[in-house]
């Protein structure tokens, strides 16, 4: 009898302890992404691309990738210079642009609180170890550029290692 009590009781602890920790409370979350509609133009045969996409699902927002032919052709009408192309653009309904392996959370973090006069966030080229870009636990540190109406551009955030991306 007391052994059945005792095993009865280490259960009820274990499913305390169980929703202890996956009962966080919410409102000290940040604001949902799931209803984050982004829109992700890449080319059909690229890989990384859909490891990002994978990578902005995973993070909650609702993506639809559309593979099209002429991705020039995108970048050119979200006015995305040269040198802060890279393999994929994204684009929110608000029209805010979000061009390569830009990490999910500093989306959001875009999202939630735009800077003034900012159009989107860039990653030029495909940084080694970026969202998508993972290979062997290898990482080269890179920045996150925002761009202005203006034109301008500059540091939104700097990825120094992998662990800060997530």
């Given at each position: 009898m007391y052994r059945k009590f005792t095993l009865a009781a280490f259960g009820a602890l274990a499913l305390l302890a169980l929703a202890a920790c996956t009962d966080k409370p919410q409102a000290a979350a940040a604001p949902s992404t799931d209803t984050i509609q982004l829109t992700t133009y890449k080319s059909a045969s690229c890989g990384c691309c859909k490891l990002w996409v994978d990578h902005a699902k995973d993070s909650?927002?609702?993506?639809?990738?559309v593979d099209v032919a002429d991705l020039n052709a995108v970048k050119n009408q979200h006015r995305i210079e040269a040198e802060f192309q890279s393999c994929h653009t994204s684009v929110s309904e608000q029209g805010y642009v979000f061009e390569g392996h830009i990490p999910a959370k500093l989306i959001r973090q875009f999202l939630q609180?735009?800077?003034?006069?900012?159009?989107?966030?860039?990653?030029?080229?495909?940084?080694?170890?970026s969202p998508g870009m993972e290979y062997e636990n290898r990482f080269t540190p890179y920045q996150?550029?925002?761009?202005?109406?203006?034109?301008?551009?500059?540091?939104?955030?700097?990825?120094?290692?992998?662990?800060?991306?997530f």
């Amino acid at each position: 009898m007391y052994r059945k009590f005792t095993l009865a009781a280490f259960g009820a602890l274990a499913l305390l302890a169980l929703a202890a920790c996956t009962d966080k409370p919410q409102a000290a979350a940040a604001p949902s992404t799931d209803t984050i509609q982004l829109t992700t133009y890449k080319s059909a045969s690229c890989g990384c691309c859909k490891l990002w996409v994978d990578h902005a699902k995973d993070s909650g927002f609702a993506v639809e990738a559309v593979d099209v032919a002429d991705l020039n052709a995108v970048k050119n009408q979200h006015r995305i210079e040269a040198e802060f192309q890279s393999c994929h653009t994204s684009v929110s309904e608000q029209g805010y642009v979000f061009e390569g392996h830009i990490p999910a959370k500093l989306i959001r973090q875009f999202l939630q609180n735009p800077p003034a006069d900012a159009r989107g966030l860039a990653v030029p080229a495909m940084p080694l170890g970026s969202p998508g870009m993972e290979y062997e636990n290898r990482f080269t540190p890179y920045q996150v550029w925002q761009l202005n109406g203006d034109g301008s551009q500059q540091v939104y955030a700097t990825i120094d290692s992998a662990r800060e991306q997530f």
